[in-house]
């Protein structure tokens, strides 16, 4: 009997759970950035082997509800670990071990699923650091960066993943639509070339993805909050947009294997992160209580 279930890494916002995603599914799809807090949504990958298959949700940072956005990011980071079979619990090597995930997370009871530590960054410990944080039980100690590690640590999970049948097509990557992967390159774009304030008041929606147009035409919007912002983003000239629908193109272009059409836009949705309204249609879920 094959083994199958869900595998939700979870911790801190950028100690490498979208890289370590990244490196697991072997193609982009979570967006990945030296800024903390990158990635708002839940993203699935699907990692098949042999005989076990992991259905991977990536967290939010799980951190402490200071604003709705981060209401919604925590609430939804916290239904992941609900659902998993299997927990990858993520932290920073050289920060040492840890303190548990549900002291980390502020949960009322420990999680469900059995829980794997893994110190991710090794490659950035000396040889007796590294090998002082390895030999306490339990703890993996791997570099999503390097992929040292990696293998031992997807068989120690796939061990404790249950028996069951294959849950999706072996050679399907992803159960989340391309669009949303089209959206999620966009706004990683934007957090690459701009910095200070406005990142965090991007989001992005794909307004229209014609099926079938060659080259592929797609359509997508970037929501900011203020007017300021927007002139940011278009620049002088309309250099800065520019410049942003290039980039994401040609990684649109990799993620669909075609020649694409990316028609960018720019419009002002005033202080849409402090509004439940805009936070639903940009598919973040509130919290409806004060979580786990
Ligand atoms: P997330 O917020 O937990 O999803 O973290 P990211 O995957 O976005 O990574 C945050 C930062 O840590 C990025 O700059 C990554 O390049 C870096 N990073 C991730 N994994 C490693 C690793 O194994 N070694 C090192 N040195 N840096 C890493
Ligand atoms: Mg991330």
Do not use: C
């Not at 239904?79 to 050289?94: F, K």
């Not at 548990?100 to 490659?123: G, H, Y």
């Not at 992929?147 to 072996?170: H, I, K, N, Q, W």
């Amino acid at each position: 009997m094959p083994r199958a279930g869900i595998v939700t890494v979870a911790g801190k916002p950028n100690v490498g759970k979208s890289t370590l995603l990244n490196r697991i599914v072997g193609q982009k799809l979570s967006i990945t950035s030296p800024k903390p807090q990158s990635t708002r949504d839940r993203i699935v990958g699907i990692h098949t082997t042999d005989n076990a298959q992991m259905v991977i949700l990536d967290t939010p940072g799980l951190l402490n509800p200071k604003y709705p956005l981060q209401q919604a990011m925590r609430s939804t980071a916290v239904r992941a670990l609900d659902e998993a079979d299997v927990i990858i619990y993520l932290a920073d090597a050289t920060e040492g071990l840890p303190p548990s995930l549900s002291e980390a997370a502020e949960l009322s009871a420990p999680p469900p699923a059995p829980v794997i530590v893994a110190l991710n960054k090794s490659d950035a410990l000396n040889s007796v650091r590294r090998e002082e944080l390895a030999s306490h039980d339990g703890v993996v100690l791997i570099s999503a960066l390097t992929g040292d590690g990696v293998p031992d640590l997807m068989t120690r999970v796939a061990r404790l993943l249950p028996e069951s049948p294959f849950l999706y097509p072996e050679d399907e990557i992803s159960t989340q639509p391309v669009r949303f992967f089209v959206a999620e390159l966009v706004r990683e774009t934007v957090l690459e070339q701009l910095h200070d304030e406005v990142p965090y008041s991007v989001a992005v929606q794909v307004e229209e993805y014609r099926e079938g147009s060659s080259p592929l035409y797609i359509r997508a919007v970037i929501y900011v909050e203020r007017e300021s912002q927007k002139a940011i983003i278009v620049g002088g000239k309309g250099a800065r947009i520019k410049s942003l629908g290039e980039a994401a193109r040609k990684k649109i272009e990799a993620l669909v294997g075609e020649k694409v059409y990316l028609d960018l836009w720019v419009k002002v949705l005033a202080n849409w992160r402090k509004n439940p309204g805009s936070l639903s249609r940009f598919g973040y879920q509130l919290a409806t209580g004060k979580g786990k």
